[in-house]
């Protein structure tokens, strides 16, 4: 059934911006793009729903209100300080992290993490915690004051990542049409075309 729309499409825009697509037939795509000297590799899946085309990307972008980042421990114990481990993505500790306590809107106290990844204060009233570390999201997490350690992992920032979500795409004649380009100016072709 959907042995027609298996392939490699290709779009060529100007001054070095173009894509493609590659619907394989386990319902995964591959999806790669380039804006002059930038450009990136989407995986996702696929369905067809008669000319219609629904992708997703493996990734999504995170929804509004939910945290980029994963607690992945917490203690609670008689301690007059409170510690801060970050983590990356691979479980490594990633040191030099800027941490930063507030209390509203003010700044009470920071500090960077360690070499073990750690950063240590002494107890204040400080009600949220703020992470940075350049190429992952921020840390944005409101205090327990029960909680004396806490690990997080932090994510990577995606800049320049595709995202798919339920993306609709219409196939008509081993073409394949993406609604985002619209022929104009210089733009002569507004549809993805099934390479040979």
């Known amino acids: 059934m959907n042995k027609d729309i298996i392939g490699k499409y290709q779009w060529k825009g100007i001054y070095g911006v173009g894509s493609s697509i590659e ?7 591959e ?3 380039q804006t002059g000297l930038v450009w990136g590799t989407t995986f996702g899946t696929w369905k067809r729903e008669g000319k219609k085309i629904i992708l997703n990307s493996e990734l999504q972008p995170s929804p ?3 945290e980029d980042y994963e607690i992945i421990k917490t ?12 983590l990356n993505p691979e479980n490594e500790p990633l040191p030099f992290a800027d941490c930063v306590l507030k209390s509203d809107t003010s700044i009470v106290t920071g500090t960077s993490t360690n070499l073990q990844g750690e950063a240590r204060f002494s107890l204040t009233k400080a009600d949220s915690l703020i992470v940075m570390f350049v190429g992952y999201k ?8 029960e909680v004396t350690r806490y690990v997080f992992k932090l994510e990577e920032v995606n800049e320049f990542y595709e995202y798919f979500t339920n993306d609709t795409w219409t196939y008509k004649k081993d073409r394949l049409y993406d609604p985002s380009i619209k022929k104009g100016r210089y733009i002569k072709k507004e549809y993805y075309e099934k390479m040979k």
Do not use: A, P, Q, V
């Open 138 to 145: 921020t840390i944005r997490h409101k205090l327990d004051h």
């Open 64 to 66: 509004s209100g939910i």
């Open 75 to 86: 203690e609670t114990n008689s301690s007059d300080s409170i510690t801060i481990k970050i």
């Open 31 to 33: 999806y790669n793009w």
């Open 23 to 29: 619907l394989k037939k386990d319902k995964t795509f």
